[in-house]
């Protein structure tokens, strides 16, 4: 299955968040062509979430709340988790979407891969 480079990808749900009336900006670039990709949404309160994708049972990629779990939604635990994985990943992009109704836009389709 061919994807979009990560640049590409991250440029459009940067651009989809903003037809949406978000915020949405590139924290960390990482590694143009296939570096992996986390997305924090911060909804202005001091909380916020944290995805990331993975492969669900038919290859689709899907995208995994990580605040669902332990981490919570403590904005500054979210940011900690997010300085952890850059320390261990030199290719890692963070794209952080700012959103009071805490809106990821990480649904829609923009490659073969799935959401």
């Not at 924290?27 to 570096?35: E, F, N, P, S």
């Not at 890692?92 to 649904?107: A, P, S, Y």
């Amino acid at each position: 299955m061919e994807e979009l480079k990560t640049d590409f990808w991250a440029s459009a749900l940067i651009r989809r968040a903003q037809i949406g009336g978000a915020f949405a900006g590139v924290v960390r670039k990482g590694d143009t062509d296939a570096g992996a990709v986390l997305v924090k949404v911060a909804t202005m309160n001091r909380k916020a979430r944290l995805y990331a994708p993975a492969r669900n049972g038919e290859g689709d990629r899907v995208w995994l709340d990580l605040s669902a779990g332990t981490l919570g939604d403590d904005e500054a635990e979210v940011d900690a988790a997010i300085r952890k994985r850059m320390e261990k990943d030199p290719d890692l992009w963070v794209i952080e979407v700012e959103d009071k109704w805490g809106r990821h836009f990480l649904d829609e389709p923009v490659d073969s891969g799935g959401a």
